[in-house]
């Protein structure tokens, strides 16, 4: 059964690149292999990801994420079946808070400051449905 989940977590220290890019990297080649697709946003200290494959396939991997001391405070914000998957073509792309990329923050967001702690679930999958049409990606 096809799944999307979505969670927000809270960086535990400062993250250099070199975290981000082991991050990336164990993503990229642990999902893909799990069959697993998804974007992770890195905004103002919190990370937002969404999850999307097999349900026992990306309860594992939440699973393990809960252990990763880098970050904290994990949340599930949305948790649903899905007909079809949106990032096929990711076994995870980052998107962060690069100027391109702060109006679509912005727009999604009640204050200043991006806090998917506080976005319903129907201003998450909206947020989620533009993160695939419209930012600029880091490799
Ligand atoms: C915010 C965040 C998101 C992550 N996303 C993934 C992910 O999508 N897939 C993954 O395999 N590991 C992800 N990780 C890393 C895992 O927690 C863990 O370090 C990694 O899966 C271990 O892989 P390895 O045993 O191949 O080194 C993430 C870590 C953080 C902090």
């Keep these: 059964m096809l799944i999307q989940l979505t969670y927000a977590s809270r960086t535990a220290r400062a993250l250099g690149p070199a975290d981000?890019?082991?991050i990336l990297g164990a993503s990229q080649r642990n999902n893909l292999k799990a069959g697993i697709t998804g974007s992770l946003c890195l905004n103002n200290g919190i990370?937002?990801?969404?999850l999307e494959g097999d349900r026992a396939a990306v309860n594992a991997l939440y699973h393990r994420l809960l252990k990763d001391i880098r970050h904290r405070d994990t949340?599930?914000?949305?948790?649903?079946?899905i007909p079809h998957r949106r990032f096929t073509g990711w076994s995870m792309?980052?998107?962060?808070s690069v100027e391109a990329n702060r109006q679509?923050?912005?727009k999604y967001s009640s204050s200043a400051d991006f806090d998917p702690y506080s976005m319903s679930t129907a201003t998450l999958r909206s947020f989620f449905e533009e993160v695939m049409q419209n930012v600029r990606w880091l490799e």
């Design 20 to 22: 981000i890019k082991d």
């Design 47 to 50: 990370f937002l990801q969404q």
């Design 104 to 106: 679509l923050f912005l």
């Design 75 to 81: 949340a599930v914000l949305d948790f649903c079946e």
């Design 93 to 96: 792309g980052l998107l962060t």
